[in-house]
């Protein structure tokens, strides 16, 4: 499904063709759910977040919805809305844990089964990169976004998106030679 | 792409696949948005062009209100000589909620949690001594309440949050004053949204059963059957159970009550306070001194073990205990394991 890997596909309502708030969010919800779900589940590592956060953010875009000058970039203000709630999740996080880091998730049962060690080692190791070097990650290979888009979504420069990617990557390669 | 990337996204590919499809729940919008109807534009929205085929709602609605007030007239010569009691009880009701909930806010809740209120709330909880700095207004148009750690849902808050407040807000009483229109609820903000709040609860009574049923064998303990079955329930505070640790360890401790989780806080809402004496021999010739120990104790913790209150007590039947209070609301996760081994 294409709306699962591209998040910015921007199927918003038609510019032109004022539609009410309730039937635009729900059609703008149908369309973009999943991605945005998957997109915040990638960053958070758990369902039940993933869900608020997104849940949250359709509603920020429903109150809002009259000041909203352009419909059509109803989808980057949602990405950008859920970016924020997760961020707003993990600082909470991380105060509940006195600072400490954010700890890998547990794989379910289900998930230890059916998914492959190789798979597991690398989102282990996502999932200890700092937050911004998360974000960055998953914006970039798992939505497919241009620098330029990821930069917009998460309100920092190009120059720091391609520098936190790097750094990611380096991070990332580190830790998956270090893992046994 | 290099072969790390590669890996990277097919990792993350594959991860997202374990969030599925038939796992996304419907959308649930706020019950009501905020919109400004008005007449002189035919029903619309007053942003938008008046609508032209809506004008006949001018006069409908004229006709509709002259034909009111007129068949009205003898409904309101007949209500303007009752007496006025409906009325001025429920201003009476909602006067009495708004004290009550301003007066247990400003003793029960730590100013460190935060307060979001509406502004004539947030006056009576200064007025008793809650500091102002740490109280947030909820002012026409405020969007998410979520830089304090309470809310106290006055008619005028419920007015701005809708059914959103209690659905994904703030899902969780912990104390509640008066009924109907004229309630105040006093309830705790989830940051993180409803389902992780409910996840985060449930995982709190489940470690605090764990170890209520610990503390309710510990032999150092003696207690009533209630005190026990409440230890065993997971009904009381973590902060409670880490002191009675604390005191057990010392010397033998007598749990004489619990209380305090609210007025009309659910059963989620875990009990705060504790009446403690010494048992045993201490509970002898060298009581008064006993409890001094246990006072000092108790006063030499740091947060969020502080208890907010300790006062020694005489009851009716003449034994002195110490009885202690932490404030509201109840942190969560305190005994989790991830605490225990200081990740």
């Not at chain 1, 109803?74 to 600082?91: D, E, M, Q």
């Not at chain 2, 201003?91 to 979001?116: I, K, L, M, Y």
């Not at chain 2, 969007?143 to 059914?163: D, H, L, N, W």
């Amino acid at each position: 499904m294409a709306t699962s890997q591209t998040v910015p596909a921007p199927d918003a309502p038609q510019h032109g063709a004022p539609a009410s708030a309730d039937t635009a969010v729900a059609a703008l919800y149908e369309a973009n759910v999943l991605a945005l779900s998957r997109l915040a589940f990638l960053i958070l590592g758990d369902q039940a977040s993933a869900e608020d956060v997104v849940q949250e953010a359709f509603c920020g875009l429903y109150r809002r919805w009259d000041r909203l000058r352009d419909s059509t970039r109803a989808v980057y203000y949602l990405r950008s809305s859920v970016l924020n709630g997760c961020r707003s999740v993990l600082r909470h996080r991380s105060s509940r844990r006195g600072g400490a880091l954010d700890q890998p998730p547990a794989l379910s049962a289900e998930a230890a089964v059916l998914g492959s060690e190789e798979r597991d080692e690398v989102i282990r190791a996502v999932m200890r990169l700092p937050h911004r070097q998360r974000e960055v990650l998953v914006l970039r290979y798992y939505c497919d976004l241009p620098d330029e888009e990821i930069a917009s979504a998460m309100r920092i420069r190009q120059s720091t998106v391609r520098s936190t990617a790097h750094r990611a990557l380096e991070a990332l390669g580190r830790i998956l030679r270090e893992a046994p | 792409m290099t072969p790390l990337e590669d890996r990277v996204r097919q990792a993350l590919a594959g991860k997202a696949r374990e969030f599925p499809p038939e796992a996304v729940p419907p959308l649930r919008l706020p019950a009501r948005r905020r919109r400004f109807f008005s007449l002189a534009y035919g029903g619309g929205e007053r942003k938008e062009a008046p609508a032209s085929r809506g004008g006949w709602l001018v006069p409908a609605a004229a006709a509709v209100t002259v034909a009111a007030v007129i068949a009205g007239s003898s409904v309101v010569s007949h209500v303007v000589h009752q007496p006025r009691g409906a009325a001025s009880s429920f201003d009476a009701d909602a006067a009495a909620a708004r004290s009550h909930a301003a007066s247990w806010v400003a003793a029960q809740v730590s100013p460190s949690t935060g307060v979001s209120c509406d502004p004539a709330m947030c006056q009576a909880i200064a007025s008793r001594g809650f500091p102002s700095e740490d109280l947030d207004r909820v002012l026409r148009g405020t969007i998410y309440p979520s830089s304090s750690g309470v809310i106290v849902a006055t008619a005028a808050v419920r007015r701005e949050f809708g059914g959103y407040l209690s659905s994904v807000y703030a899902p969780v009483i912990i104390a509640s004053f008066g009924s109907g229109p004229a309630r105040v609820d006093v309830r705790v903000i989830a940051p993180a949204g409803s389902a992780s709040y409910k996840a985060a609860v449930r995982e709190d009574l489940q470690a605090r059963a764990l170890a209520g049923t610990q503390l309710a064998r510990n032999p150092r303990i003696d207690a009533s059957a209630l005190v026990r079955r409440q230890l065993r329930a997971g009904r009381v505070d973590g902060r409670v159970l880490v002191i009675l640790t604390a005191l057990a360890a010392t010397s033998p401790v007598s749990v004489l009550a619990f209380g305090d989780s609210g007025p009309g806080a659910g059963a989620a809402s875990p009990l705060r306070s504790v009446e403690l004496a010494r048992s045993g021999e201490m509970a002898g010739a060298g009581h008064p001194r006993s409890l001094r120990a246990m006072v000092a104790l108790l006063d030499a913790q740091l947060a969020p073990f502080r208890p907010a209150r300790i006062a020694s007590v005489r009851l009716a039947d003449g034994r002195a205990v110490v009885r202690v209070e932490f404030a509201a609301p109840s942190p969560l996760g305190l005994l989790a394991p991830s605490n225990h081994t200081g990740s």
